[in-house]
């Protein structure tokens, strides 16, 4: 049985860095298997019921990835599509589609610039302090469309 479950969770790297968290913010709602959060929280959620507080270690490869090498680029300043100033540390998203790479400047040598395309996240650890708030069967509906509907989920006629 699939459920549509809703936590809280706060998240926090291996060093207890604080890197994002729900509180004080609306719950996160998901079709469990759906892909709608990422696979290591999703499989470790899944014999969690609702009113439980959990600590969930997620390794970077069932999270955002490892990171790759290959997705450090040295690129032409010219080239990039970025009006003035440009130091290390900048992100910017490379390219006008809206789904384009957020690139990372690495360093700045000359009128080359190295980019890291690598998720913010990719090779980090994840731990999530989860509270499932709620948690019930999908519907067949929900199952056949792939995400959860109701006043937690996704709203359409
Ligand atoms: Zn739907």
Redesign the pocket.
Known sequence: MRRVVTFHYTLRDPAGQLLDTSAGGAPVTYLEGAGQIIDGLDEQLRPVSAGAKVRVLVPAAKAYGERDPAQVQRIERARLPVDGGLKVGDRFQAGDDRHAPVVLVVAIEGDQVLLDANHPLAGVDLTFEVEVVAARPASA??L????A?GPE??G?D
Request: glycine share 20%; hydrophobic share 10%; charged share 30%.
């Open positions: 509906e929900e056949r469309h792939g995400h509907h989920g996704i359409h």
